[in-house]
């Protein structure tokens, strides 16, 4: 993973890191893997508050290039859409346990 650009937003709380992974003679990197080679990336972020945006492998060439947008923590990224966070339920099994033990279950 080659990072391309590393912007510090204070406003929203978040890194924005731009980058490209080549990726010869491999697969498309998943979304999982980008998101755990961001978080190695970012010394004490954590894998939950890691967001992967605008991911794009050009046809013929083997390298992918995208955004990843790191949050200080759980109220910054409350800025993202509802798709997102749903994207990383998906991704983080872990993490929409943990709000159900917190009372996130719908009432009835």
Partial sequence: MEIVD??????LKRV??????RHENQPTPTRK????WL?????????EL????????RFGRAQTTGIGLIY???????????YVHEKL???NPAAEGSNEAEGGESSE
Avoid: Y
């Fill in 50 to 57: 890691v967001v992967i945006k605008d991911v794009t492998t």
């Fill in 6 to 11: 590393r912007r510090e937003n204070a406003l």
């Fill in 89 to 91: 339920s998906t991704l």
């Fill in 39 to 47: 978080n190695k990336l970012e010394p004490g972020s954590k894998k």
């Fill in 33 to 36: 893997s980008m998101t755990e």
């Fill in 72 to 82: 200080q923590d759980a109220h910054a990224l409350s800025v993202e859409p509802k």
């Fill in 16 to 21: 924005e890191i731009e980058f490209i992974i």
